[in-house]
Structures are given as C-alpha cells and as structure tokens.
C-alpha cells in the first residue's frame, strides 16, 4: 500500500521538526535565564510555560514514533496511544498561548483603560483580546493578526475537546460505495453473532475495506474540519515557538526590573 505522504515531504517533516526541537530549547533556556519583575512571573514561567513546552515536544515526538508519517495500517494501540498524546498536545498548545500572554500582562502590568486590573477571561492573543494585543508592538500585532485564522481552528479544536467531542483518528477513510458494503457486512455481522468463525470471516472484510489517512477530526455534526496530523502538529509546535519569540523580544523592551 502507499504512503499517504510524499516520501520527499516526510524527510521535510522530520527536517522541520529537529529545527522546532532546537528553536523549543533555545527559548526555554531564554525564558529560564530571564530576570523578572514579580516573583509570580518566574513560577508561572518555570511551572506554566517551560512545562508546556517540554510537554509539546515530548507528545511530538512521541506521535510521530507511535504513528509514523509513513505508517499505512496503524493498530487500534497505536491510534490510541497517539491519540492520547494529541489531546496532550492541543490542551497544551493552548495553555501556552495563554501563559505567554499572562506573563507578558503581569510584566508590562497590562490593565483597562480606567486602570483597573484585567479579569483573567480577558487576558489572551486571540482577536477577542483586543486589550492586549493593543499592548504589544505592531509588528507582533500584525504576526498575531495574521495568524487569525490559526486561532480560529485552534479554539474549534481545543472546545471540543475540552467540552464536547474528543478528538480522534479515524481508523479508516471509506468511499460512498465502502461505506455500504461496511453497513451490510455490519447487518451480516450481527446475523452471526453465534458462528464465530462465520463473524470472524465477516469481520476481516469488514476491517479490509477503505484506506488509512491520518488525520485529526471531532464532530461530523458540527462539520469540523478534519486536518492531517504531521503537518498540523508541527505547524502548531511551529506557531506557539514564534509567538514566544516575539514574546521574548517584547520583555526585551521592556525597562530592566
């Protein structure tokens, strides 16, 4: 059977994710070795946000060797093992963004108009947050303004699996015709269900049919995108490692503590 991907775009992918794994040690040691203002910065640095990173990492690395780019009859343990490291991932992915701005909002002391703190449902870099990315320098207000779109699914995807469906990976992608046969063989299936090599027979057709595609979905009914995996880990490894530099280099302008 075929790799889904390109073998030319695996070795891109594996190639793009040793420069990430790089880019992600840099910036821990930048935000490890930092002086802050407020001792709750440096515990929400060293517990929040280093913790976060490293956990990305390891969920990447994990999920690509659990479930390989090339990798075209994954196992029930594989799909679960890598999908509980995507759940980690997204979770954390999101939890970044939001220590990022926490600790940006706590140095800079980012506050209302009438000079009141923020409440905690306003500090954030989404579009909602319009106080906040006020606050930053227009070249990162414009990064983060192109990266609207990024923010949108992230939300989509990371609701869901906080509050509704879970994030999963099909175990196999049908075709209209593939879809009927697997709903008779299930009706034949159910017919058998006390001549076991009768079910064993059926079952096998059953799993034979469609093809694997990696790729990253929750509720059909809510007409959520599906995404290809690799790709979309490593664009979001990549996402939240830019939005920390230029975070980095917002602290830089700030006056020394």
Same mark, same amino acid.
């Given at each position: ?27 821990? #040691? ?5 002086? /802050? ?17 490293? =956990?990305? =990492? ?51 002391? #980012? ?39 990024? /923010? ?88 939240? #490692? ?16």
């Amino acid at each position: 059977m075929s790799m889904v991907y390109p073998e030319s775009q695996i070795h891109h992918f594996l190639e793009e994710l040793a420069k990430l794994l790089d880019r992600e040690d840099n910036l821990t #040691i930048a935000f490890l070795t930092r002086e /802050f203002r407020k001792p709750e910065t440096s515990e929400l640095v060293r517990h929040g946000l280093v913790r976060r990173l490293l =956990t990305l =990492t390891h969920a990447t690395q994990r999920t690509f060797e659990i479930l390989t780019p090339w990798e075209t009859a994954p196992t029930h343990d594989m799909l679960m093992d890598a999908t509980s490291h995507l759940h980690t991932f997204v979770i954390n992915i999101f939890g970044a963004i939001d220590n990022l701005a926490r600790i940006w909002c706590m140095e800079a002391d #980012i506050r209302k108009p009438n000079g009141t703190p923020l409440k905690p449902m306003s500090i954030g870099l989404t579009p909602t947050h319009v106080l906040v990315r006020a606050s930053l320098s227009q070249p990162f207000q414009d990064y983060l303004a192109s990266a609207d779109a990024w /923010f949108a699914y992230l939300e989509n995807y990371r609701h869901a699996l906080a509050h509704r469906v879970p994030l999963y990976i099909p175990p196999r992608q049908l075709t209209a015709e593939e879809s009927a046969e697997f709903e008779r063989l299930e009706q034949e299936i159910a017919q058998a269900k006390n001549d076991y090599q009768r079910y064993g027979v059926l079952r096998g057709q059953q799993q034979r049919l469609g093809i694997f595609n990696p790729l990253i979905m929750h509720s059909y009914r809510e007409q959520a995108r599906p995404v290809y995996l690799h790709p979309q880990m490593i664009c979001d490894l990549l996402t939240v #490692i830019e939005i920390g530099e230029h975070m980095r280099r917002e602290l830089d302008g700030l006056p020394p503590p």
